[in-house]
């Protein structure tokens, strides 16, 4: 309430653009309630029935609801208030949340976790520079020298957070089942005579329908998230004054920890079981942190302490007062509490709200496994966003249907809420446990929070987790072992992708091409160079792969130009456009090879569009003339220094685009300098015959450059850009690895099962590279390759 009296005051007294800022604000703070709180908002449907169930049936009295309404407040005051709303908002990474963002803050600023390609260029990004840099001058510096002296601490760091995400992975498979069955089950209190088998069907076939939407984004009907999450929490927040004034008024005594007290001394054992109930009331209070990269702190805050929290508080209170005096419609708790003139209405919003709900899960699931995927610890699949959707929105299509499977699959099996909120509430103390690890580490090596205050920020929240977590593992045989299972499945196939992914990058480096034999070559590189621009896609970000001589020992012919291509993820949240390429030279310019470095952050979305080729043929031509300009920063070493192309201001101007290779006119007022193709006529037919067969690779052939002649370059510098030319409209092939991966003969037999079966069954049944990288099967050579790990 104070932090919302002073947004106020601050409105009321600041100049014009200062309130302009704060209708910003306000007007971000009304689109985050239908994402950021959606799950949240909807935790009242089956907090009750999740706590009192079991066990604590038996204990019909007043106190008990008295001390469950006592540990639900507190809870949620302490977890979804102040640990999200008021400490972790604070422990950002560039306006970015989540369990990545916090390793993604140690792993550039304590250096606990580099990735195998990491560069000292990357560290000049200006998403890279923060706070924490100077890790050695920290008091914290003795702690981390004994971490770093134990090389294994980094591995249990990686498997920390991978069972974090593992965990935020099934909680997808099951906050939407429990949510919607939820909802649902309000019809029997309408309808005594509905069995659970028709509430499972309807539950089933509105889960069914938002699968099958997925593909198609939620742009079209995201306008109504907010409005209809609003218009929920309001709804619930009036029925709880209604029954607070209609059934118990006293209830607000149990606000005193005092009742929650009382609750452990009279129910035991069977009280400290029902834990995980209670922590199922600040479920979805991570996606305040998760989600803060499309939404600020401040429009977060102000929804959450203006409307979320009291709203929710009052209707907990209220469900408290009702049961305090009909303690036997504990099963239905939630919609036998609404007033009779209110259900049906209650009714449809609950419905709506467990939608708006399982649409926000959906999305959380989709960005932890982009995020995994982005940071080399998932196989590779499709990730799909369209222009049209709304910011920051994807689909993975094979998540959507493993999701779709695993949510049918408890919805059926279960069938019960109870045993859906005991997986539920395991996994969700799991993950909130990890957050409170990361950001100790967080507080102590890159805020420069002393040892003492971030350890008693861990010791208060870490040993209350604790107890949750001990209470959801002694329910674990009523539910919650699919959690445990489903957790431990996403954490062994990660972490086996990531070992093998490594490993193999680590062959690729020790097997790499000595740039010493390559200038032996000579500028041909003893082989027959052919018109044309060869891109070959490697993880290495300096030499030369061993695939590259692989492929010219079988065939002595190679391109005109070769372009050596790596894509690689910083761990940063996202990388500017103009700091994206890095193009350096490889050799002399007669050998007409080049690097370039493609940058993404781990929450940017590649887009390898049809102008992918034309942006490196352009941040090749920004180089060599940066090369001209200062060509003694460049001339140090056989592999070259890379520049950061698209910083300059002269960056897209080199070329002038036509549209078709066909035209013969130019398209704009000056002349230009066109170039007659160097494909025979017979090769010309055969493309046309091509592109009419495969129209996904006419825009390629299609787009050309043509080189300006008001160009004020040097000679030198012309003829370079000409030859690069030439080489674009001769075509462009895409030259990738077709890698068997196999463990070493003298390996132990866990190792031979992890790289035989499992990583080698992972690469065989996930996306092709080129079909992540989207080249067209026409542009694609394959080139095989035995790793030997």
């Known amino acids: 309430m104070i932090y919302l009296l002073t947004v106020a005051l601050e409105l009321c007294v600041s100049p014009v653009e200062c309130r302009q800022q704060y209708r910003n ?9 239908g994402i950021v709180f959606g799950e949240l908002s909807t935790s009242p449907l089956y907090v009750y029935r999740s706590t009192l169930s079991g066990h604590l049936q038996k204990y019909q009295t007043q106190d008990t609801i008295y001390g469950s309404f006592s540990l639900i407040f507190w809870t949620f005051t302490l977890f979804s208030l102040f640990k999200y709303a008021v400490i972790l908002l604070s422990a950002d990474d560039n306006n970015e949340g989540g369990i990545f963002a916090l390793y993604s803050l140690l792993s550039r600023h304590a250096k606990f976790s580099l990735p195998p390609n990491y560069q000292a260029a990357d560290e000049e990004l200006s998403a890279y520079i923060g706070q924490g840099r ?8 003795k702690f981390k020298r004994i971490l770093d002296k134990h090389k294994k601490s980094r591995t249990t760091l990686l498997l920390i957070v991978l069972f974090g995400a593992g965990m935020v992975m099934v909680i997808g498979a099951l906050a939407p089942p429990i949510t919607v069955l939820s909802s649902v089950k309000g019809l029997q209190v309408h309808d005594k005579q509905l069995n659970e088998g028709q509430l499972v069907f309807l539950a089933c076939a509105v889960l069914l329908g938002l699968f099958i939407l997925q593909h198609r984004g939620n742009n079209w ?30 209830i607000f005594k149990a606000l005193s920890p005092y009742y929650a007290f009382k609750f452990f001394k009279e129910t035991g054992k069977d009280g400290w079981i029902s834990l995980g109930g209670i922590f199922l009331c600040s479920r979805g209070a991570e996606a305040m942190f998760a989600d803060l990269g499309y939404w600020t702190k401040k429009s977060i805050r102000v929804a959450f302490f203006g409307v979320i929290y009291p709203c929710l508080v009052l209707q907990y209170m209220g469900q408290a007062a009702f049961l305090s005096k009909n303690f036997s419609a504990v099963p239905t708790s939630f919609f036998s509490s609404v007033p009779d003139a209110l259900f049906w209405p209650v009714f449809i919003m609950a419905i709506l709200a467990a939608i708006v709900s399982s649409q926000a899960v959906f999305s959380a699931t989709f960005s932890i496994v982009k995020q995994c995927h982005a940071l080399g610890c998932f196989p590779r699949v499709k990730i799909v966003s369209k222009p049209r959707w709304i910011c920051g929105q994807i689909n993975i299509p094979e998540i959507n249907w493993i999701l779709m499977i695993l949510t049918l699959a408890v919805t059926v099996g279960f069938r019960d809420t109870m045993h859906i909120g005991n997986a539920y509430g395991l996994a969700g103390v799991c993950v909130t446990f990890v957050t409170t690890i990361l950001t100790f580490l967080v507080f102590i090596f890159v805020r420069k929070t002393g040892v003492m205050l971030a350890l008693s920020f861990f010791l208060f929240f870490g040993l209350i987790e604790l107890a949750f977590l001990s209470s959801t593992f002694a329910r674990a045989h009523h539910g919650g072992w699919i959690s445990l299972i489903l957790g431990l499945v996403y954490l062994t196939l990660m972490y086996v992708w990531h ?68 894509t690689k993820t910083i761990a940063v ?26 940058r993404y952050g781990y929450n940017d979305v590649p887009k390898y569009e049809e102008d992918f080729e034309d942006e490196i043929v352009m941040s090749i031509a920004e180089f060599i003339q940066l090369e001209s300009e200062s060509p003694g920063n460049f001339q140090n070493s056989l592999d070259g220094r890379l520049a950061v192309v698209k910083s300059a201001n002269g960056f897209g101007t080199r070329f002038v685009v036509s549209d078709s290779v066909s035209s013969g006119q130019n398209s704009g007022s000056s002349p230009q300098i066109s170039l007659r193709s160097s494909k025979s006529a017979t090769l010309q037919r055969l493309q046309e015959s091509y592109q009419q067969e495969f129209p996904e690779c006419g825009k390629r052939w299609h787009a050309r450059f043509e080189l300006p002649v008001t160009n004020s370059d040097s000679p030198n510098i012309k003829k370079e850009l000409l030859e690069l030319l030439e080489a674009k409209d001769a075509g462009v092939a895409h030259i990738i690895g077709h890698s068997h991966v196999k463990a070493r003969k ?32 026409l542009c694609l050579i394959e080139v095989g390759m035995n790793y030997h790990i």
């Open 573 to 598: 949240p996202h990388i500017s456009p103009k700091e994206r390429y890095l193009v350096g030279r490889i050799g002399p310019k007669p050998y007409q090879l080049y690097r370039c470095i493609i």
């Open 746 to 777: 003298h390996s132990s037999h866990l190792k031979k099962f992890v790289v035989n079966v499992v990583y080698s069954f992972l690469r065989e049944n996930c996306r092709a590279p080129a079909v992540v990288l989207n080249i067209p099967h």
């Open 25 to 33: 604000c306000l007007l971000l703070a009304y689109q985050s309630f």
């Open 221 to 250: 009907v995201s306008f109504l998230f907010a409005p209809i999450v609003i218009v929920w929490v309001l709804t619930i927040a009036i029925v709880g004054i209604y029954n607070i004034i209609s059934w118990n008024p006293m």
């Open 499 to 566: 070992y093998g992914t490594r490993r193999k990058y680590l062959y690729e480096v020790q097997n790499k091409v000595s740039m010493k034999w390559i200038i032996t070559l000579g500028p041909s590189l003893g082989i027959v160079r052919i018109p044309g621009i060869g891109l070959i896609y490697s993880e290495l970000d300096t030499g030369v792969p061993a695939m590259f001589t692989h492929f010219m020992t079988n065939l002595s012919a190679f391109y005109q130009v070769g372009v050596f291509v790596c």
């Open 134 to 141: 100077n890790i050695n001058k920290l008091p914290s510096f």
